[in-house]
C-alpha cells in the first residue's frame, strides 16, 4: 500500500514527520538545534535561506511546520512565550480598536490588555461567551477581535467556537481561540471557524514542563505576512534549544492527550462525589453547563479540572497538604500541579469583572497513575 500524500496523513504521523525531514548531511532523524545568532552569506544580499537568526531559525521552523499541520493552518509563527505570542498579534490592531474578551480567561490574558496595551489606546470589553445573545450584543463598530478561550482558565467553561465565528464575522472582528487548554489534538478552532489560534507551548504542547514558549497559528496569508514582519520586528522569538524541545513534546502530544484525559475523567468523577467538594467544574461531566458543545467540538475533555471547596483557607490548606500534585503554577506537563488561582495565577484579575472566587482549586492532571492522584487527593481532602 502507497503512503498517502503527506497532508492526508493523521495527527500522530504529521506530529512525527510535519516538517522533520532527516537532516541532509548525516541523515540524522531529529531535526539538529541550530545554535546560531547569524548565517554566513555567500554574495552581498544573498543569504542561503537565513540572514539573521531572529529573522529565522531551521529548528524554529521545524517547530512552525509540524504545529501548522496539527492545527490544520497554513502558517504558525513561534515566539519566547505565550503572552509574546498574543502581545505581538495585538500588535497587528491600532489606537481605537477594541477587543472583547471572555469573563473567565487567562489573568496575563487580562493584564495585558487592562494594564499595558491600554496605554497605547487599545481598548476592551468583557462579556460572558456562553451567551450568543450577550456576544453580540456586546460586539461594537470598533471591536476587531473576539478573544475566545475554551476550556476556559481557570473556571473550564465552554464557548462555542462555531457560534462565536459567525456572530463575529457578521459584525467584521475576527475570532482568535486560545487553544491552551484543548490542544489541536482535541479541538482545531480554525476548522470551526477561528481566524487565528494562539497557544502558550509552555503547557501542553512542550507537555515537560521545562520551557516558556508560544505560538499563533492562522490561515489568514495577509495576516500571516504581517505577524512574520512582526516576529521578526519585534523579536520576541523562542531560542533553537526550546524549539528543539517543544518538537520532541509534540511528537508524544495525541498519546499524551489521551492519558491526560483518562486522568481528569477520574479524578472529576472522584471529586464530583466527595462530601467536601462544593462544585465540580469538569466539561466531561454532564451536568457542566457546557458539556454539550464541548462533546461536539472537542475530541475529549482535556486534563484540567477545577473545584470548589467551603472557605478560602480550606482551599489553601488543600493545595499546600498534597504530595504527588506539586502545589505550582503552570499546566500541562507529566507531572500533576495544583493550585489556588485567586491568589496566584489569576491575582492580577482582583478587584475586575474576572474576578475567580477565592475557594476555587485548579489541578492540572498529569501523567502519573489516576489512583496514586486520587489517594492523594483523598488524604489532602481528609
Ligand atoms: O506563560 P506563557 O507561556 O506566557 O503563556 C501565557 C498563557 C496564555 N494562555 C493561557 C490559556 C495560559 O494558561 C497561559 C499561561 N498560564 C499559566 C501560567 C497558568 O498557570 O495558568
Not at 80 to 106: F, K
Not at 244 to 255: F, I, M, N
Request: aromatic letters at 6%; charged letters at 20%; hydrophobic letters at 45%.
Amino acid at each position: 500500500m502507497a503512503t498517502p500524500p503527506r497532508d492526508a496523513l493523521r495527527f500522530e504521523t504529521r506530529a512525527i514527520h510535519a516538517g522533520q525531514e532527516p537532516e541532509e548531511l548525516y541523515g540524522a532523524v531529529n531535526v539538529p538545534i541550530y545554535q546560531t545568532s547569524t548565517y554566513a552569506q555567500p554574495a552581498v544580499g544573498r543569504p542561503k535561506r537565513y540572514d539573521y537568526a531572529r529573522g529565522g531559525n531551521p529548528t524554529r521552523e521545524a517547530f512552525q511546520t509540524a504545529l501548522a499541520s496539527l492545527e490544520g493552518g497554513a502558517r504558525a509563527l513561534a515566539f519566547a512565550s505565550g503572552l509574546a505570542a498574543e502581545a505581538t498579534l495585538l500588535l497587528t490592531l491600532r489606537p481605537g480598536d477594541r477587543v472583547l474578551l471572555p469573563d473567565d480567561v487567562y489573568g496575563g490574558t487580562y493584564r495585558l490588555l487592562a494594564r499595558v496595551l491600554s496605554a497605547w489606546g487599545l481598548e476592551h470589553d468583557v462579556v460572558d461567551m456562553t451567551d450568543p445573545d450577550a456576544l453580540r450584543d456586546a460586539i461594537r463598530p470598533e471591536t476587531r477581535l473576539v478573544w475566545v478561550e475554551t476550556p476556559t482558565n481557570p473556571l473550564l467553561k465552554i464557548v462555542d467556537v462555531a457560534a462565536c465565528a459567525e456572530i463575529a464575522h457578521a459584525a467584521g472582528a475576527r475570532v482568535v481561540v486560545d487553544n491552551t487548554f484543548a490542544t489541536p489534538y482535541l479541538q482545531r478552532p480554525l476548522e470551526l471557524g477561528a481566524d487565528v489560534v494562539v497557544h502558550s507551548v509552555t503547557k501542553y504542547l512542550a507537555g515537560h514542563s521545562d520551557l516558556v514558549m508560544g505560538a499563533i497559528v492562522t490561515s489568514d496569508e495577509e495576516l500571516a505576512e504581517r505577524l512574520a514582519f512582526l516576529q521578526n520586528a519585534v523579536g520576541a522569538v523562542p531560542g533553537p534549544m526550546d524549539c528543539y524541545l517543544a518538537l520532541r513534546g509534540l511528537k508524544t502530544l495525541a498519546v499524551r492527550m489521551r492519558a491526560h484525559c483518562e486522568g481528569a475523567r477520574a479524578v472529576a468523577g472522584f471529586l464530583a462525589d466527595h462530601p467536601k467538594v462544593a462544585r465540580v467544574h469538569y466539561p466531561g461531566l454532564p451536568h457542566h453547563p457546557g458539556h454539550a458543545v464541548a462533546a461536539r467540538q472537542m475530541a475529549d475533555f482535556g486534563g484540567m479540572v477545577s473545584f470548589e471547596v467551603a472557605s478560602e483557607a480550606e482551599a489553601i490548606r488543600i493545595a499546600e497538604s498534597t504530595e504527588l500534585f506539586f502545589l505550582a503554577e503552570s499546566l500541562g506537563g507529566v507531572e500533576s500541579l495544583i493550585e489556588v488561582p485567586a491568589p496566584m495565577t489569576h491575582a492580577s484579575v482582583a478587584g475586575s469583572p474576572l474576578e475567580v472566587p477565592p475557594t476555587l482549586i485548579r489541578l492540572s492532571v498529569g501523567l502519573e497513575h489516576p489512583e496514586d492522584l486520587i489517594a492523594d487527593l483523598a488524604r489532602a481532602l481528609g
